[in-house]
C-alpha cells in the first residue's frame, strides 16, 4: 500500500467514525471560542497513531492533539474534523483533512466528507480529484453570475468590492475543495489555522487554480516558534492568477474592524 491509498484509507475510517459519533456528541467551547467535541479528540488520536506507527520518522501538527512543530523531513497536517459546528448542527459540509508537507510545501492532500460521500486527493504536479475524477477549477472572468465563497469573519476585517454572489459553507476545508471543482472563481478565509488549509491549498493549486495569503505569510515555513492554535493565516484562493490578482485589488482592510462579534 502507497501513501496515498494509506492515507485515502485512514480519512474513509476517521470519516465513518465521525458519523458514528455525530449523534452523542456535545460540544465545549475552546480558548479561541470554536467548538470541539469528543469526536474531535478522539479521530484525532485514531489519525495520529495510524501515522506514527507506519511513518514513525515523520513530524505531526494536528488541531487537536500536536501543536507543537518538530524538525523532520515530512510534517502531517491534521483536521480530524473541519466543520464542526455544521457537524453539531446536522449540516453536511464538515469533514477529515489531511496534507503531508516536505521542503515546506504541501506534497499530498486527502479530504473527506463522509455526509456528501466525497473524496477529494492531490500529490504534487499529479492532479486534483473528487472520488478519481479529475477536476478543475471554474476559468471565467468574475461577473455577478459568479460565486465567491467567504468567511462569516470577513466583512469584519475587510471591505469586498466584487460583483459575484455571495455562498458560505462554514467549512474552510470544503470551501478550498469546492472552488477546485470549479463552484465558484473565488474564496476568501481570513483566520484559519494551518491544518483548516494545508490540504485544500494543494487541491486548489492541483486543479489550476491559485492560493496565497492576504498579508504575505507563508503558512509552511513550519518553525517550533509559531503558537499554531492562535496563528491564523488570511487566505485568498481564486480560480487562476489573473483572477486571484483582481479579487486581490478589490480587497482592502478595514481601518476600524465592525464592533460586532462575527464567529464561523
Not at 67 to 73: N, V
Not at 79 to 91: E, K, Q, Y
Not at 119 to 148: P, V, W
Not at 201 to 209: D, K, R
Amino acid at each position: 500500500m502507497d501513501i496515498l491509498d494509506f492515507t485515502r484509507g485512514i480519512a474513509r475510517d476517521a470519516g465513518q467514525q465521525l458519523l458514528d459519533w455525530q449523534s452523542k456528541v456535545t460540544a465545549e467551547k475552546k480558548a479561541d471560542g470554536s467548538l470541539v467535541t469528543e469526536a474531535d479528540v478522539a479521530v484525532d488520536r485514531y489519525l495520529t497513531e495510524q501515522i506514527q506507527t507506519r511513518y514513525p520518522d515523520d513530524a505531526i501538527i494536528s488541531e487537536e492533539l500536536s501543536h507543537d512543530y518538530k524538525d523532520s523531513e515530512a510534517t502531517w497536517v491534521i483536521d480530524p474534523l473541519d466543520g464542526t459546528t455544521n457537524f453539531t448542527l446536522g449540516l453536511h459540509f464538515w469533514g477529515v483533512s489531511i496534507a503531508r508537507i516536505t521542503k515546506n510545501q504541501p506534497t499530498m492532500a486527502v479530504l473527506y466528507f463522509p455526509v456528501v460521500d466525497e473524496m477529494y486527493h492531490a500529490c504534487k504536479g499529479q492532479g486534483a480529484f473528487e472520488n478519481n475524477k479529475q477536476i478543475h477549477t471554474d476559468q471565467r472572468e468574475i461577473s455577478r453570475n459568479t460565486f465567491l465563497f467567504k468567511c462569516s469573519r470577513t466583512m469584519k476585517y475587510y471591505s469586498v468590492d466584487l460583483p459575484c454572489k455571495n455562498r458560505m459553507y462554514g467549512s474552510a476545508a470544503y470551501s478550498l475543495c469546492a472552488l477546485a471543482r470549479g463552484n465558484a472563481l473565488i474564496d476568501i478565509d481570513i483566520t484559519p489555522r494551518i491544518w483548516d488549509i494545508a490540504a485544500g491549498w494543494l487541491i486548489a493549486e492541483e486543479a489550476g487554480g491559485y492560493i496565497d495569503t492576504l498579508d504575505s505569510s507563508k503558512p509552511f515555513d513550519l518553525a517550533p516558534t509559531v503558537d499554531y492554535p492562535t496563528k491564523g493565516y488570511p487566505v485568498l484562493a481564486a480560480a487562476n492568477q489573473q483572477v486571484w490578482n483582481a479579487a486581490r485589488a478589490a480587497i482592502t482592510p478595514r481601518a476600524y474592524p465592525r464592533n460586532r462579534d462575527v464567529i464561523i
